[in-house]
């Protein structure tokens, strides 16, 4: 299914660039969105017959049409999968050098620290970072 649905992307694509330099092409005729412009326009017989104004239909109504496939090639595609990256949690692991089971008893071992008050992973880690380059607090010395 993946190798369709690259297949399918690399033709929008294609289909996108042929029609931005078919509109490119085309001659202006005056007035945005056919406000202002002469009545022999889009809707007279000169006006549809013309190649360049097909082509423009044409090329749209595949861009739309492979756009509403391609979503739904995308939403069938990814309801199996798990979207969850676990890297994070492995590497911790590795650069610590101990394994999952000790990670928990030095995380008993370390001072408590608040949870985040949200489920971003960046909030957690500058909350650490900022825990870690705050200085300790010092005592000051006794008054004599």
């Not at 190798?3 to 992307?9: A, E, I, M, Q």
């Not at 370390?110 to 607090?137: E, F, G, I, R, V």
Request: glycine share 12%; no cysteine; proline share 6%.
């Amino acid at each position: 299914m993946s190798s369709l649905f690259t297949f399918l992307l690399v033709v929008q694509a294609l289909i996108a660039a042929v029609m931005i330099g078919v509109i490119l092409m085309q001659k202006s005729e005056g007035g945005g969105l056919g406000v202002g412009g002469s009545p022999a326009g889009l809707l007279s017989a000169r006006g549809a017959a013309d190649f360049m104004t097909r082509a423009t239909t044409v090329l749209a109504t595949l861009f739309v049409g492979l756009s509403i496939v391609l979503a739904a090639l995308a939403s069938v595609g990814g309801a199996g999968g798990s979207t969850i990256d676990t890297s994070l949690s492995k590497t911790a692991q590795q650069s610590s050098g101990a394994p999952a089971s000790s990670l928990t008893g030095a995380a008993q071992n370390a001072p408590a620290q608040s949870a985040p008050a949200s489920d971003d992973p960046l909030a957690a880690a500058s909350a650490a970072a900022s825990q870690k380059a705050a200085p300790a607090p010092t005592e000051a010395p006794a008054k004599k």
